[in-house]
């Protein structure tokens, strides 16, 4: 990192108020794009547009399936999964976006409960706000709560709450989360619940590589691309060209047998050398030709897991198996996970 990068980092951290106009919040992608491996947090592409987008691709996808098999396997078992929580109980949702899937969970619990409380939790706050406020006006009854912020600090705050909880994570978001953090991250979750709550997750087993180039090919463009080089201009008055960046696929395949899954890696590369401004920090970047962007902190942008896999690291981090369902072709799972000692598999 160069000491410019470092001086608006050190200002913006601490309570100090910084001169730049960006708020501390923003930080993060500072620290991220001037870093020597270049990346933005996986959040940071879910503004109120690229929340809008992403839902739209990934219902209508003919390639991009995650949506439709879990919409698949919580038509049937939404009761099944309600049923696991005894009432009252408070439904919490982690990157809960549009919430439509989530809408066949508080249909279930609303059959049981009447009236409930919802937790959206999500960075894209604006997005969730107006998607709770719909989500109330659908379902009178329902009280949405959101949460704009990080999965765990939604997670610190719902489990402060009195009352059961019912948590998903759907979406097959953990695959976002860096695989160094996946096994510390659900064992703060599993720390942070009691033995009568349970935590509902849709996780991608889709590991064949062609379907996966196809799955995150150019569709996803005019998000990961041409969204983001559009938000990163209008936050930190950029003058990035998305043309001058190419979008790559890349799948990582770890041995069947091991702990690590496999993972698609997403990344943007600069097309040739370039400079780029961002005017409110008053700070350039040198890219040279193929070097990348990447989405995420870690390696991974989606992890594939295998079954073996994903039951080990539930066992790792304190959970035991409640109840799993698949879909037809075995490549998409919703495991319903107990805190160990209360559950049998
Ligand atoms: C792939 S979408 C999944 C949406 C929805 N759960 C579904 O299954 O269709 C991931 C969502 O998680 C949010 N997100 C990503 N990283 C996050 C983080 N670290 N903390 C909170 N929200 C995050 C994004 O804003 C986005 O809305």
Redesign the pocket.
């Known amino acids: 990192m160069d000491s410019r990068a470092s001086e608006i980092l050190t200002t913006g951290s601490n309570g100090v108020t910084s001169p730049y106009d960006v708020p501390d919040e923003l930080m993060p992608v500072v620290a991220g794009l001037t870093s020597p491996r270049r990346h933005v947090?996986?959040?940071y592409l879910?503004d109120t547009r690229g929340?809008e987008m992403?839902e739209e691709i990934?219902r209508t996808s003919k390639s991009y399936k995650l949506?439709q098999h879990?919409y698949s396997i919580l038509q049937t078992h939404a009761d099944d999964i309600a049923s696991k929580v005894s009432f009252p109980a408070i439904l919490v949702?982690?990157?809960?976006?549009?919430s439509?899937?989530t809408r066949l969970i508080i249909e279930a619990m609303m059959k049981r409960q009447g009236n409930f409380t919802f937790v959206p939790?999500?960075?894209?706050k604006e997005?969730i706000e107006t998607c709770g406020r719909q989500l109330e006006r659908d379902y009178p009854g329902l009280t949405v709560e959101p949460f704009a912020?990080?999965?765990m600090d939604?997670v610190r705050h719902s489990a402060a709450r009195n009352g059961t909880k019912l948590l998903l994570f759907?979406?097959s978001?953990l695959g976002?989360v860096s695989i160094h953090e996946q096994l510390k991250m659900l064992q703060e979750i599993r720390a942070q619940l009691r033995d009568q709550d349970r935590f509902v997750l849709?996780i991608d087993l889709n590991t064949d590589r062609e379907a996966l180039s196809q799955a995150y090919g150019d569709q996803w463009i005019p998000i990961w691309r041409d969204n983001l080089i559009s938000r990163l201009n209008k936050d930190f008055g950029g003058n990035m060209n998305p043309d001058m960046f190419k979008f790559n696929f890349q799948f990582v395949e770890n041995p069947a047998d091991g702990d690590t899954p496999s993972y698609v890696q997403l990344s943007l590369s600069s097309s040739g050398k370039q400079r780029v401004h961002l005017e409110k920090l008053g700070l350039h970047i040198d890219f040279r030709e193929g070097e990348s962007i990447n989405f995420y902190e870690g390696p991974n942008t989606s992890c594939k897991w295998n079954m073996k896999q994903l039951l080990r690291l539930a066992e790792r981090s304190g959970f035991a198996v409640d109840a799993l369902w698949t879909n037809d072709e075995d490549s998409y799972c919703v495991i319903c996970l107990a805190p160990a000692g209360v559950s049998e598999f």
């Open positions: 947090p996986l959040w879910y929340s992403c990934i949506w879990e949702d982690l990157g809960s976006a549009a439509s899937k939790v999500d960075t894209a997005f912020g990080l999965y939604g759907l979406g978001s976002g849709g």
